[in-house]
């Protein structure tokens, strides 16, 4: 993206990074990944609801176990295919977000990380949110009464539609220090 930025009609210097469920999970793996390599970062990332341990980990996965569409069984299926025959793959710091020692994250872009009540991932997705606050500004937000993959479906929900303005318009101050964090809901 950032090679091709001005043929697409962007700005090279004001790219931002995100995804969905795994896909937040990605995108976290990725900053990390470019920081490592002393890579140019993207200016912020949007986190909603990511996947950031293989554990099972938090009160979510007992009050949403039985959740709809994403619930405790599939999350441990999907575990079980996505892991298998991978050595070490669970514990890998690119699943394994929650692992990284704030140091490591520390210097990363400003996050926005969305979450959702009824969502076995919700815990997971919040404590990476006051974990990696230490070093980066986060503001995290809730949106209750809604579930997994609430997000794209705005022409339904309101709140979905919420979540995707706030993404959209998410501009992270660059006189905030490190560390901020905003938790909504």
Known sequence: MRDNAEGLGGDA??????GESVGGTMAA??????????????VAQVLVYPLTT???FGESMEDA???RPLNRPQLSWMAMHAFHGVPDAAT??????LSVPAEQLAGLPPALVITDERDVLRSQGEEFA???SAGVQVTATRYDGVMHEFFAAA???????QAQRQAAQFHPQVHRSPGHRALTR
């Open 13 to 18: 210097d004001r790219l931002a990074i995100g």
């Open 29 to 42: 793996a990725t900053a990390l990944q470019l920081k490592q390599a002393g890579e140019p970062l993207p």
């Open 54 to 56: 293989a554990e099972q």
């Open 65 to 67: 176990a039985d959740a």
């Open 92 to 97: 890998d710091s690119r699943v394994d977000l």
């Open 130 to 132: 006051r974990t990696s």
């Open 155 to 161: 022409a339904v929900l309101d709140k979905a539609e």
